[in-house]
């Protein structure tokens, strides 16, 4: 007990030292966990700890992960990415295998050696690359969705690998591998089977895990919300997952792809987002456990023994995938940014390779010498990916949105009305505007969005709206009105601070995410004030009374009553806000805050009740 308590220690104690640093420096979690299991490796060798065992647990994040990703996904929208998923993943594992293999065969590596080490880093990290593209915001650009689509390729991918590799086998090698490691060990239900029995098991337990979404979730988990504790529905998460990870190892499957399978089936459930919050922090620990992991089983000994050549092949390995990404994004048309997105987020090779190059020895396909070496390859290459995401952060990104500001639309129309942004919000504001006769200009930083507007004839221009020369080319100086409806909190301010103190004429309308930021707009000279989702939430408060038994019209009285005294409250409050004070620390603006919330009610009881009387 206390070696295992000492163990759960080192690891929470180095992620939870190493992952906020390395955030504070802008190195992503992803890196500060790899960090921390180098730091604690020499340590957890001294106290004998099976660094592999552990990994091998940790896994499980992954698999996890791959259950989170999947609830996301529709089967209608995995049907839509079917051309990216077959075409762009299908090529490129093919495509980096063979290259891979050429590669490997004038180094002097026999054919049937060379392919699986093109298997095996033909590979990525789908733990680092989505776990690191969610972090930065990056998982629904072009380039996201097209590294997403390879990822999961690669998952299905291992299946036909795992059955491929054995079939490698040299007899010399296969000679010196022991006979219970050469048949993997483990409880399986298709050992000894023939092809076709196995075929069908396989089925079987496809068609069990989409049967058992789609017909038994539901039940079980109206059962045990019967007992409403919060423990068993995290249990019962927990034990779905696993189970269905348990049965795809029982049938020789990828315990990830049949999570992800299973996610894909429960993504229209109603249990959605329990399964969610249930599933998270389990998938958030193992995760970071796992690269810990990765960090740890670093060999630095051999690693040293062999620096130049175990990082020069690194790079190598990385270069050629890079390259042929590269190909295939301009081939897939993947342009500016997302091209060098895709290509270097997946530049790396990833956390299958390590399960690919133990099934390898163990069934005599490769020298253990050339394995050990490629297991530093492989850990290395993730451990730098971090660092081709900071590149693409600092260096490239910021090169690729220069050049969109430049290209911006040249404005040969103005108009009197001008709308920053067209989306959600925006494009309802532009088609009521319209459908009055009015003519808006539009300004908007999508360009697929913008090529579909100008299809239906709007008037429409590519650029960023924040930008004052952009503004003056649209006839800001002689418009009547500005509609800021952009998604950028910052952006908006600092948008209506200058319109409002350069063109004080213009009536500008300011969109705002919510009730701090109406308080900053109010400071930059705005008054005309728009909370994106305040008067949906009061039509939700109007449903709320009428289902509590009040009258249409009474409960819009209600609604109307408690809206006209929050715009009060709103205005005066806005008075006191200072956008150079926090508000905690802002005194005069906590008090007249705590008096409006203590004389709230009965103030608006006493509204309604002098309404009633005049009535």
Known sequence: MTDFLLLAFIFLAAGVAAVPIASRFGLGSVLGYLIAGIVISPGLALIGVDVVSIQHFAEFGVVMMLFLVGLELEPKLLWQMRAKLLGLGGLQVVGTALAMMALAMLLGLTWSVALSVGLVLALSSTAIVLQTLNEKGLMKSDGGQASFAVLLFQDIAVIPMLALIPLLALPELLQTVPHDEGHGGGLSLVDGLPGWQVALVT??????????????????????????????????ALMIVIGIALLMSLV?????LGTFLAGVVLANSEYRHELESDIDPFKGLLLGLFFMTVGAGINLGQMLDNLGLIVGLTLGVMAVKIVVLGALGFLFRL?????????????????FGFVLLSLTVASGVIPNALADNLLLIVALSMLLTPALFILFDKVIAPRFDNAEARAADAITEKGDIIIAGHGRVGGIVNRALRATGLHTTVIDYSSAQLDMLRAFGFRVYFGDATRPDLLAAAGIAEARMLVIAIDDKDQITEMTRYAVKTFPDLHVIARARDRTHVYELYAAGCRDIIRETYDSSLRMSRSAFEALG??????????????AMDREAMVEVAALHNPDIPIAQNEPFVARVRELMEGWEAQLRGRMKDQDKAG
């Open 252 to 256: 020789g499957l990828s315990p990830a």
């Open 550 to 563: 009040d009258s249409r019209f009474e409960a819009e009285r209600k609604v109307a009553h408690f809206d």
């Open 335 to 351: 342009r500016g940014a997302d091209k060098w997105l895709f290509a270097l987020g997946l530049g790396q090779a990833g956390e």
């Open 203 to 236: 089925l079987a337990a496809i068609a069990a895990v989409i049967g058992g979404g789609m017909f038994l979730t539901g039940p079980i988990f109206r059962f045990i919300a019967a007992a409403k504790l919060r423990e068993l529905l995290t249990a019962a």
